[in-house]
């Protein structure tokens, strides 16, 4: 589900998680809603998934929406490496 340098934000709450994904769609981003991959962990049990491309892009709406990325981790290899958290 989580390929080789994708990257995987996790938020606060349900509610963040759906409404980051409504932003993020909605500008035209290709991401993905999935359940927390079984290595990390989360309250709310979904995440974000996103190219690593697109990291700039994403931080610029979320910054703009006042929407904060609580951790965002990098699949490397069969890991997943924290880049915030």
Known sequence: MVKEG???AIFHSI???MKVEK???QAGLEIL???VPRQLT???GLAI???QELREEVDTLL???ELEIQE???RQSDEFVSLKG
Do not use: E, G
């Open 15 to 17: 509610h963040r998680v």
């Open 63 to 65: 910054v703009a929406a």
């Open 23 to 25: 932003l993020l769609k």
């Open 33 to 35: 809603l999935i359940p």
């Open 72 to 74: 965002l981790y990098l």
């Open 42 to 44: 989360s309250d709310c």
């Open 6 to 8: 994708d990257l995987v």
């Open 49 to 51: 998934r996103f190219a």
